[in-house]
C-alpha cells in the first residue's frame, strides 16, 4: 500500500493519467489520490502550488519527495520500486533502445494530438488561423501513421517496444485512448485500433480510466476524418 | 574509442549538443560524427531519412541500434555505458527525483525558449502575431525565473540537481547557452550566469561547443532586456 503517496490529478487528462497506470502497473494501489478541477482552475490553488510552482496537474509527493513532471514520476517510480509490479524498462541494451525512443516519441505524438484538440483552448480567439489547425491536422495525421507503422512492423498483439508492456506504452497509451475517444477510425488505423483493444481492458488502464469518460461513455468525432 | 556508433547532427541545435555531450561524458570519443546542414536542408537527405522517418537531427546509431530521440540517446548511452565515465543518473532515489524533475523540466524550459527565439521561423508570417510573441516573452522571463530560483536554492557552485553534474545538466545546459548567446543578462540572473560560467569550460561541452558560435563568438541581443 501506497499510503505516503498523494497524486493530485485532473480526470483525463493525458500526463496525469501516465503517472496513473505507472502507479498501478508498480502495484501502488491505496495512495492519496485527489480528483480536481480543471474547469475550476484548481490546478492553481494553494494546495497545488506548494508542491507544484507551476500549478500544474499531475502533482506527485512520496514522503518528502516531489516528482511532479509525468515522466519524471514514472521514470522515479521504475527506479524507486524496481522489483515490484510490472518491470517498466528491459534489462536489455537493445530493448531499451527501442523502448527510450517510442516513450520519447510519444512526446511529440501528445503535442501533434493536443495542438488539434486543444487549438481553441490554447491560441486566443483573434490569433486563430484556419491555416494553423489545418496544418496541425495534417501533422496529426502524419504522425499517426509513423505510430500504425511502427506497430505493424511488430505484429499482432504486440506493444509498443515488443511483446511485453514498457513505459513506453504506459506514457502514450493515453495519448491513443484521446484518439479514439475523439472519433479516430479504427478502420482506417487497425493496427492502433488493435493496441487500443489490447490495453483498454487491462487492470491498470481500467482502474485508472478517467471519470468523466465513465459518465459520459461517448465522445466526439472531432477526428473522424484523419 | 566508440568507431560503431554514428550521430548525425547540426550545428548550434540544443537536441544534438545534449548527445554530443552525453558521449563525451561517457568518454565515447571517436565516433562518427557527420554535421549536416538545416540550411540546406540536408536533415531530409536521404542519409539521414534512412535512419531517422522524422527527417531530424540528432540522428544517432549504435552497431545497429538506432535512437533518435535525443532524450533517448542520453538515457540508452548512460545505461549502456553505466559505469564508464561520469555517472549521469545518481544511484540514490531520493538524488534522482530531483534529477528526473530538472530532466523533464528541461523540456519545457527548451520548449519556451525555442518559442521565443524561433518565433518567425516556425510560424509561417501571415500567422504571426505581436500579442503571440509578447506573451511567449513573459514565458519565458517566468521560467528563467524558476530556474535562477531552484540554483538560487541549491547554493553556489551547484548543479541542476546537486552537486555534481547529472544528466539534467546534459539536456539542459545547452538551453542556458543559448540563453546567454541571445544577450540574457548575467547580472539580472546571476545563478543562471554562474552556472554557465561553471559549465561552459567543462571538458565535454567545450569538445562539443557549436562550431559557428567558434566562428562567430559574438551573438545576438535578441534577451537582452528580458
Redesign the interface.
Same mark, same amino acid.
Given at each position: 500500500m501506497a499510503q505516503d503517496m498523494t497524486l493530485l490529478w485532473g480526470s483525463g487528462s493525458p500526463p496525469c493519467w501516465r503517472v496513473m497506470i505507472a502507479l498501478e502497473e508498480k502495484n501502488l494501489q491505496g495512495y492519496n489520490s485527489k480528483l480536481l478541477s480543471f474547469e475550476k482552475g484548481e490546478q492553481k490553488s494553494k494546495e497545488v502550488l506548494d508542491i507544484n *510552482?507551476?500549478g500544474q496537474l499531475p502533482s506527485f509527493k +512520496?514522503g518528502?519527495?516531489?516528482?511532479?513532471? =509525468? &515522466?519524471?514520476?514514472c /521514470? &522515479?517510480l521504475e =527506479?524507486?520500486f524496481k522489483s515490484q509490479g510490472t518491470k517498466l524498462i528491459p534489462d536489455d *541494451? @537493445?530493448e531499451?533502445?527501442l523502448m &527510450?525512443?517510442r @516513450? /520519447? %516519441?510519444g512526446?511529440t505524438f501528445y503535442e501533434k494530438l493536443a495542438s488539434v484538440l486543444f487549438y481553441e483552448y490554447y491560441v486566443?480567439e %483573434? %490569433?486563430q +488561423?484556419d =491555416?494553423?489547425l489545418k496544418r496541425n491536422k495534417e501533422n496529426l495525421s502524419t504522425e499517426i501513421k509513423?505510430w500504425e507503422g511502427y506497430l505493424a512492423k511488430l505484429g499482432s498483439g504486440s506493444h509498443l517496444a515488443g511483446p511485453a508492456l514498457t513505459l513506453a506504452d504506459v506514457v502514450v497509451f493515453p495519448t491513443v485512448a484521446f484518439l479514439f475517444r475523439f472519433g479516430l477510425s479504427a478502420e482506417r488505423y487497425p493496427k492502433l485500433g488493435e493496441y487500443y483493444a489490447l490495453l483498454k481492458d487491462r487492470p491498470s488502464v481500467k482502474a485508472s480510466w478517467p471519470p468523466h469518460w465513465l459518465e459520459n461513455p461517448k465522445g466526439q468525432d472531432t477526428l473522424k476524418d484523419l
Open positions: *510552482p507551476r +512520496h518528502n519527495v516531489v516528482v511532479n513532471e =509525468s &515522466y519524471a514520476a /521514470f &522515479y =527506479s524507486r *541494451p @537493445t531499451q533502445a &527510450y525512443q @516513450t /520519447f %516519441e512526446l486566443p %483573434e %490569433e +488561423h =491555416s494553423a509513423l
